[in-house]
């Protein structure tokens, strides 16, 4: 069965690709493995590719790929010259060491020398790190940031304006230095170099504060800000559900991410869940706003969101099954294998460029 084209009505919900894009970052935080890493990252890469429109946002999924590159290299730089606990059989190089009094900087040190197993094991953290950043950068790129503000609950409508117009601020950035660039380019002059860089820094700054003229004048049209009134119970009730719903979620989701917390980590998500929404619901009664044909949340929005769940359900166990493959060693220094289940489940991550509407033709670029 082929995917249909995407229009106003079959539009798959904002939230199913956050969901998506949140599993895939748990299950990259449960693994060091560099093989596994490079395939969620494919996985990512590929459905925002099959998937993303020409929207501005959309653009923004290489500036988080080149992100997690800069924080490789970053963790690398780090490690050669501050060293690294990691002993190591294989030194590269030395450097000029620098002494640091014990006192002041017990455990740190600059210079000195660097070994094969410090490096890998840099590596594979940064990579970690680079990773969550492009699914996150992946969520930015397939998710409409204004409807998944309308979908948000009454109650964070506030909360989620602030988060959306800090989230569309990058990727409305990327889009500005792209089209400056290709302007000075079209017109014969420099895109490189400092003086090009300042002469194209003051027009994406004079856009960006155009746009927050404007998101303030429209929210203050729609009414912005104005709440009913309610009984001080229902509000003292609702703040107490809140706030332990969010403290059981937090907990939760801990335990999920640590290998020591994966027993209580669902219970406890699952309770702070039901808390956080039970509150929710009360604090909708204090919006007054309404919605203009809602997002649906359809059957292909569950496989999309349940795919993401899938492949970091399925991590999660690889991680207390063999935890070995997860997490391959530096000493004695080995190459990582790469394990057969765990990264076909990562392959279900797919499932959004199989089922997801296909954008337009002139917009999937």
């Not at 060491?97 to 210079?111: F, H, K, N, S, Y």
């Not at 994406?204 to 929210?219: H, I, Q, W």
């Not at 089922?355 to 002139?362: F, G, L, N």
Request: with cysteine; aromatic share 6%.
């Amino acid at each position: 069965m082929s995917a249909p084209r995407a229009r106003r009505g079959n539009a798959l919900h904002a939230g199913a690709w956050w969901l998506w894009a949140l599993g895939l970052a748990t299950a990259a935080s449960r693994t060091t493995n560099p093989l596994l890493l490079g395939l969620i990252t494919g996985v990512a890469g590929y459905v925002v590719a099959a998937r993303r429109t020409a929207a501005p946002w959309a653009r923004s999924y290489g500036a988080f790929l080149k992100l997690g590159l800069f924080v490789i290299g970053l963790r690398l730089l780090f490690s050669v010259l501050l060293g690294s606990p990691i002993p190591g059989a294989h030194p590269l190089f030395t450097l000029p060491e620098v002494p640091l009094p014990d006192w002041a900087a017990q455990g740190i040190r600059i210079g000195g020398r660097v070994t094969a197993e410090q490096l890998a094991f840099a590596f594979y953290d940064g990579a970690k790190l680079a990773t969550l950043l492009v699914c996150v950068g992946a969520a930015n790129a397939l998710a409409n940031p204004a409807r998944l503000l309308k979908s948000l609950p009454a109650a964070l409508y506030e909360v989620g304006v602030a988060v959306v117009v800090a989230m569309t601020f990058a990727p409305n950035m990327v889009a500005d230095v792209a089209r400056l660039r290709t302007a000075r380019r079209l017109r014969g002059r420099p895109t490189g170099g400092v003086k090009a860089v300042l002469q194209i820094g003051l027009p994406v700054l004079e856009g960006a504060l155009e746009r927050s003229v404007a998101v303030a004048a429209s929210m203050d049209a729609r009414g912005y800000g104005r709440t009913a009134e309610v009984p001080p119970a229902v509000r003292h009730t609702t703040n107490v559900l809140t706030l332990g719903g969010l403290l059981g979620m937090c907990a939760g989701t801990y335990g999920l991410l640590a290998a020591e917390g994966a027993a209580y980590g669902l219970p406890v998500l699952a309770v702070g869940l039901g808390l956080a929404l039970a509150g929710l619901r009360l604090g909708g009664r204090r919006s007054i706003r309404t919605r203009y044909r809602p997002d649906r949340w359809g059957w292909r929005a569950w496989l999309v969101a349940g795919s993401g769940a899938a492949v970091a359900a399925a991590l999660i166990r690889a991680g207390t099954v063999d935890p070995a493959a997860l997490q391959p060693g530096v000493v004695p220094l080995v190459a990582p294998t790469l394990p057969l289940w765990p990264a076909a489940a990562i392959l279900i991550g797919l499932v959004p460029a199989l089922v997801a509407p296909v954008p337009p033709k002139e917009a999937s670029q």
